[in-house]
């Protein structure tokens, strides 16, 4: 189940405080953005939404700000070949993603295997598992609609 927005953003103000780093404007901004946002935003595209309210604001501001929330385990990293890095407020931990290989839409796949293809490695393999990575590539419905 998908946390709410009011979730996201309240459990990492939590962390953040729990951890006695400062709550400010810009830092708080980022966070609503990122507790908010399904198509996983890059360090770009939260900058192009921040400047303008913050006109002080830098990239290197947004991706360290990121990189602390990433630290303390709210911000799921991902990184594709080609294409900006981008982040995952809403779904913080490994999960399933389908991109498009034309516009680098990302959107998050609901598997109900899930849970029973990592116990099935799990038992094949000998391995615990402790983090992993799917990602299926392929063009989405708008590009494929645009030719």
């Given at each position: 189940m998908v946390?709410?927005?009011?979730?996201?953003?309240?459990?990492?103000?939590?962390?953040?405080?729990?951890?006695?780093?400062?709550?400010?404007?810009?830092?708080?901004?980022?966070?609503?953005?990122?507790?908010?946002?399904?198509?996983?935003?890059?360090?770009?595209?939260?900058?192009?939404?921040?400047?303008?309210?913050?006109?002080?604001i830098s990239q290197a501001t947004v991706?360290?700000?990121?990189?602390?929330?990433?630290?303390?385990g709210e911000v799921l990293e991902i990184g594709f070949a080609g294409a900006s890095t981008r982040y995952d407020g809403i779904k913080p931990f490994p999960h399933p993603h389908v991109v498009c290989l034309k516009c680098n839409k990302i959107i998050d796949p609901e598997l109900a295997s899930l849970h029973d293809m990592t116990k099935e490695i799990t038992d094949e393999s000998g391995f615990e598992i402790v983090t992993f990575r799917l990602d299926f590539f392929g063009v989405c419905p708008e590009c494929r609609a645009m030719g």
């Open positions: 946390p709410t927005y009011r979730e996201r953003y309240q459990a990492m103000v939590k962390k953040l405080k729990d951890n006695s780093h400062k709550l400010t404007p810009q830092r708080l901004a980022i966070i609503r953005i990122l507790a908010g946002s399904e198509n996983h935003p890059s360090v770009e595209d939260i900058y192009n939404l921040l400047h303008k309210r913050f006109p002080g991706y360290r700000n990121i990189m602390l929330i990433k630290s303390l």
